[in-house]
Nanobody, 122 residues
Framework: QVQLVESGGGLVQAGGSLRLSCAASGRIFSINDMGWYRQAPGKQRELVALITSGSSTNYADSVKGRFTISRDNAKNTAYLEMNSLKPEDTAIYYC????????????????WGQGTLVTVSS
């Protein structure tokens, strides 16, 4: 089995910064895209940022210029640096990854983390 574990969420004032981490563990052969999504109360889950295995990135318009996604392939870990946080950034942030499992079949699986809560106070 493989799993993603997020960390780094918390309470911060508007204008502040947080850094989220997402560590993949288990029987991993390789990891393709890694992404951060968020879901605010009463809203649908939305893509925040995506990074490919080649480190190409894509961001939601609402976070461009404020958030930065990165990854450390040696550690199977993705990060989300969040600056100039706004109250509307308040949400549960989820990590997502396309993981190729180790073993003879090398099958691919989409994996989600359990989420980490980010609260931005005004």
């Amino acid at each position: 089995q493989v799993q993603l574990v997020e960390s780094g969420g918390g309470l911060v004032q508007a204008g502040g910064s947080l850094r989220l981490s997402c560590a993949a563990s288990g029987r991993i052969f390789s990891i393709n895209d890694m992404g951060w999504y968020r879901q605010a109360p009463g809203k649908q889950r939305e893509l925040v940022a995506l990074i490919t295995s080649g480190s190409s990135t894509n961001y939601a318009d609402s976070v461009k210029g404020r958030f930065t996604i990165s990854r450390d392939n040696a550690k199977n870990t993705a990060y989300l640096e969040m600056n100039s946080l706004k109250p509307e950034d308040t949400a549960i942030y989820y990590c997502n990854a396309e993981i190729q499992l180790g073993g003879s079949l090398l099958t691919w699986r989409e994996v989600w983390g359990q989420g980490t809560l980010v609260t931005v106070s005004s």
